[in-house]
Structure formats: C-alpha cells, structure tokens
C-alpha cells in the first residue's frame, strides 16, 4: 500500500506544471494562482541580494525542466533572462513587471548621495501591483495548462480577494498616520508600498553602498529633524551602518525584508511598525 502511495505521489508531482521565478515574493503568488498544478523554482534564495545575484549550476539544471520563467524586472535578470532562454529555448519568459508605472530607483535620499536614472524594481511591495502581477501570472499558467484552467480562475480569485484583504489592513493601521510621514530605510526597497499609502521612504545607501562618515553625520540630522523612531533593514544588506545610526540616536532597528515569503503578513507589519 505505501509502495502505491508513493508511486502515485511521484506521478502528480511529475505531472505538475515546473516554472521558474526570480525572488521567493513570485514563488508565493504562483503556488497562490497555481495550488499543486504548478512546481516552482525560486532563483535567487532568501538571504541573497537578487540586485547582484548570479545563478549556480543547480539554478540552470532546475531551468531545463521549467515551462514558464516569470521574470519581475529585478537587475540580475538584466544579465541572465538571454541566457536562460538560450538554456531552454522551450521555456517561455513572461514578464510579471508588464503594465506597471515604474519609480525611480531611489525616491528620495536621506542624504546628498542621490541616484537617477534607474527604476525601482521591488514593484511587489505594492498590493495594486500585486494585482497586476496576479492576473498576469493567471493567464500565462492558463495558456500553458488549459487542462487547469478552472483551478487557476479560482486560484487566481482567491488570491485577488487576500490581496484587497491586505490592502484594506494597511489602510486601517495607517489611518492616524499623516500623508507623507517619513520612515527610513537602509535600502531603498519599500517605495512603492510608501506611494500607495502616500509616504516617503528616507533610504541611508545607494546601490548598496553603505554611507561615509559625513553622510552618517547628515543621517543623523535628518533623523533627529524627521523625528524617525526606527530604522528598517534587511537581511541581505549589511546592517552596520544602521546600527551605528540607531544607537548615536538611543533608537531601533526593524527587520523587514521585501523578500519575505509571506507577502501579506509582511506588509501589514511593516505598516503597523510605521504607524507605531
């Protein structure tokens, strides 16, 4: 009897529709859409920095198998997207990031050190985006496996209905907090969850430079001038500098990672962090 169990546990899991993703965020809203029609590859694991990543073998192995790689627009696809295509040319890439305005890289600077002419890519801190994302996904697993159609629409209804859930919390955990209150952030990774709740993020680096003695020095003004309570960090970046400028300030320092693969409860505690 196990013996046939297992037996048949390994056809489902050989039948399973296999895509790829670049950030573990996109792993979440497929399996969301997808159930157990779809087995997913995530790139860039959790605790590296999908900015600067480079696939290992494993990663390109995994790639032979995938029907669909879902693309986000993040800087490592950049280097990578032509070489998984030519690793598997009957993969198709789509791109999760299509329809989305993007922002500048980093919106707003806590110092002089200022960045232009690149685009942000963490579009999924943004429940609006999400939805974007969503239908988008829905729709190329549906072209990919009609068979499952079915389960993908309700997949995908689902997730649409956690997805307005979420946005209607954040809303309701900052309600008392004025429109453009700041927060600061060591990486600038949380501008478009700041416009669509209509505040601004004061990121401390620049492409993942930590500051210089005089930019900390300029941190610490604008953090005393802000009246900034805490300082949001991630796991992927050094957190050196922000702890430096938290205790010349007698204040925390918040992890919060855009990579975090629960999406929802994520936001929302970063949401009542900020209004804290």
């Known amino acids: 009897m196990k013996t046939l169990l297992f037996t048949l546990l390994i056809v489902l899991q050989a039948a399973a529709l296999e895509v790829a993703v670049s950030v573990v965020p996109q792993q979440t809203f497929v399996q ?96 609006a985006n999400v939805r974007i994302m969503a239908h988008t996904i829905a729709d190329a697993l549906i072209k990919a496996d009609e068979a499952g159609a079915a389960q993908y629409k309700a997949g995908l209804e689902a997730f649409l209905r956690e997805i307005d859930a979420t946005d209607e919390t954040i809303r309701a955990a900052l309600k008392q907090t004025p429109k453009g209150a700041k927060f600061m952030v060591f990486h600038p990774a949380w ?34 001038k802000e009246h900034i309570h805490a300082i949001i960090t991630q796991k992927e970046f050094s957190d050196r500098s922000a702890r430096a400028l938290a205790d010349a300030l007698g204040i925390d320092v918040r992890h919060f990672s855009p990579l975090h693969s629960d999406w929802s409860h994520n936001l929302t505690q970063l949401a009542q962090t900020i209004a804290r």
């Open 32 to 127: 969301k859409i997808g159930g157990d029609r779809v087995h997913v590859t995530v790139m860039v694991p959790l605790g590296s920095s999908p900015h600067s990543y480079e696939p290992k073998s494993a990663d390109m192995k995994a790639l032979s198998k995938a029907a669909l790689y879902f693309a986000v627009g993040i800087e490592f696809e950049e280097a990578w997207l032509g070489r998984f295509g030519d690793a598997n040319p009957k993969m198709s890439i789509i791109r999760t990031d299509a329809g989305i305005e993007k922002m500048e890289a980093h919106h707003e600077a806590a110092h002089d050190d200022h960045d232009h002419g690149t685009h942000d890519p963490h579009i999924w801190t943004s429940p």
């Open 191 to 224: 501008g478009y969850f700041a416009r669509d709740y209509g505040l601004i993020q004061l990121a401390m680096e620049v492409e993942g430079k930590e500051p210089k003695p005089k930019a900390l020095m300029q941190l610490i003004e604008t953090a005393k």
